[in-house]
C-alpha cells in the first residue's frame, strides 16, 4: 500500500475492479476478435448509484444511447455489458436494435431490470455487430470477486492496447473503509475531452446518483480531458461509474466532512488510468508530462498544457531525445492563453530552458539524456497569475503510423 502525497488515501497495488464491496466481474474471448478476451462484464449485486460521461463527438455509438437510456431511467445500475472488436457505431438502426439486444440479454441471464444494464462497445467503426458471437456467449460469462476475473474483464475491453490498465485506491470516511478501483482502455484516437477511451470505475461508497456525477464531471475535468495522442475525439467514448453504498457511510455531498477526501480518492483513480492511457498510446515508448503554473487561471493552464502536449512537433521531439524548447514555446503561443512572452520560464526535467522570455546555457547532452527516460516532465511557469494545470500525452513514433496504416486489415 502506498500512501498518497496528502496521506489520506493509499493505493492498493493488488487492488482491482472487483475490490470494492459488492462487485463482481468476467471476461471471456468469443471470437470477434482473433485472440484477445473480447466480451466483459461487471456486475453489482446491489443496484448502485451510476453516472457517466461520454464523447463530445456528434456521431455517438449506439450503446452511448442505450446507457444515457438506462442511466436516466433512475440513476441506478448493476451491470455494463462490454465488447471490443465491434465499436457499433454508424450502423444505424440494426446498430441500436443489436444495442438494446445486448442490454435484454444481458438483463435476462442476470435476472435485473433492463434500464440497470449500461452497454459498452469499442472497435472497428461502420461493421454490423457479430450477435452471433456475443449473444449465445453472455450466458458464459462467469462473475467472481476474484482477481484473475478482473483481469479477464480489463483484458476484454482493449483494442490496440499493448496491456490492461487497472489501479485502486481506499480512504477511510466517516471511519468506514472506502474502496475505489478502476480499469480503462485506449490506446490511439485520443483527444482531450475524451478520445478511443472506456473507464469503468466502481465504489462501495456511500453516495447519490446526481452527487457521483457532480464528483466524476469535476475529476474527469482534471484527468482524462487533460491527455492527447493523436488529436482525434471517438464516437465510442465513456467514463462510467457505479457506487454500491455498501462501505455503509454516511451518503456523501459537498456539505460531508470528508467530501473532500472522496474527491481525491476519484481524481487519483482516474489519474491513474488517464495515465496509463497517454503512456500507451500507439507506438509510444515515452509518458509526457506538461506542467503549467503562473497562468492566468487553471483553465489557461490546462489550455496550454494540452496544446503542448499535443504538438506534433513536440512529441517528435521527445522521442528523439531533442530538447528543442523552440517547439515548446511556439506550441505555447499558439494556444490561445495569456502570455506575457518577455516572462515564460520553461524546463525539461530539472534544467531551465528558458527564463524571461530568454534562453539561457544548459547542457544539450545532459537535457538530451535525460529525455531518453520513459517519464518526460515538461515545466512551464507563465508568470501573468495563479493559475496551475497539468495534462498528459506520449511522444510520436514511427509505429503509431505503421499501427494505424494497417488497424483494418
Known amino acids: 500500500m502506498v500512501l498518497t502525497k496528502q496521506n489520506s488515501i493509499k493505493k492498493i497495488e493488488m487492488g482491482t475492479i472487483v475490490t470494492p464491496a459488492g462487485f ?7 471470437g470477434v476478435k482473433r485472440k484477445r478476451n473480447d466480451l466483459g462484464l461487471i456486475y453489482c449485486d446491489v443496484p448502485a448509484s451510476a453516472a457517466a460521461l461520454y464523447t463530445l463527438n456528434a456521431i455517438q455509438a449506439a450503446p452511448l444511447h442505450v ?10 445500475l448493476q451491470a455494463v455489458i462490454v465488447n ?8 444505424g438502426a440494426q446498430g441500436e436494435a443489436d444495442a438494446y439486444t445486448m442490454r435484454r440479454a444481458t438483463a435476462r441471464e442476470l435476472s435485473v431490470p433492463e434500464h440497470t444494464v449500461a452497454v459498452s462497445s469499442t472497435g472497428i467503426i461502420g461493421l454490423d455487430m457479430p450477435m452471433d458471437k456475443i449473444i449465445p456467449n453472455i450466458e458464459h460469462l462467469t462473475l467472481s470477486s476474484d482477481a484473475n476475473d478482473a483481469a479477464a474483464f480489463s483484458e476484454s475491453i482493449l483494442t490496440t492496447d499493448t496491456g490492461p490498465k487497472a489501479t485502486c485506491y481506499q480512504a477511510e470516511i466517516d471511519g468506514e473503509t472506502i474502496t475505489m478501483g478502476g480499469s480503462a482502455k485506449g490506446s490511439g484516437m485520443i483527444e482531450p475531452n475524451m478520445g478511443t477511451m472506456l473507464a469503468y470505475l466502481t465504489t462501495d461508497a456511500a453516495i447519490e446518483p446526481d452527487m457521483l ?31 454500491s453504498g455498501k462501505a ?13 477526501i472522496f474527491v481525491e480518492l476519484l481524481e487519483a483513480t482516474c489519474e491513474d488510468l488517464a495515465k496509463m492511457i497517454a503512456r500507451d498510446g500507439e507506438g509510444a515508448t515515452k509518458l509526457i508530462e506538461v506542467a503549467v503554473t503562473g497562468a492566468k487561471d487553471n483553465d489557461e493552464a490546462v489550455k496550454v498544457a494540452k496544446t503542448v502536449v499535443g504538438s506534433p512537433l513536440v512529441k517528435t521531439a521527445v522521442y528523439g531525445s531533442d530538447p528543442n524548447w523552440g517547439r515548446i514555446i511556439a506550441a ?7 502570455v506575457d512572452p518577455t516572462a515564460i520560464e520553461t524546463s525539461i526535467g530539472s534544467v531551465k530552458l528558458l527564463v524571461n522570455g530568454q534562453p ?15 517519464n518526460v516532465l515538461i515545466s512551464i511557469d507563465l508568470n501573468v497569475g495563479d493559475g496551475s494545470g497539468k495534462a498528459w500525452g506520449c511522444d510520436l513514433t514511427y509505429d503509431y503510423v505503421r499501427i494505424n496504416a494497417s488497424y483494418r486489415t
Open 360 to 374: 539561457v546555457a544548459f547542457s544539450e547532452e545532459a537535457v538530451s539524456e535525460y529525455m531518453l527516460n520513459d
Open 84 to 91: 471490443s472488436g465491434n465499436a457499433n457505431a454508424c450502423t
Open 67 to 76: 446507457t444515457k437510456e438506462s442511466i436516466a431511467e433512475e440513476g441506478k
Open 248 to 260: 455503509e457511510n454516511e451518503t456523501l455531498t459537498p456539505d460531508h466532512k470528508d467530501w473532500p
Open 332 to 338: 505555447i503561443g499558439r494556444s490561445g492563453a495569456t
Open 213 to 243: 456525477h457532480h464528483a466524476l464531471k469535476e475529476a474527469t475535468d482534471k484527468t482524462f480531458n487533460c491527455i492527447t495522442i493523436d488529436g482525434d475525439t471517438s464516437t465510442n467514448d465513456m467514463v462510467l461509474t457505479m457506487a
Open 24 to 30: 463482481y466481474a468476467a471476461g471471456m474471448h468469443t
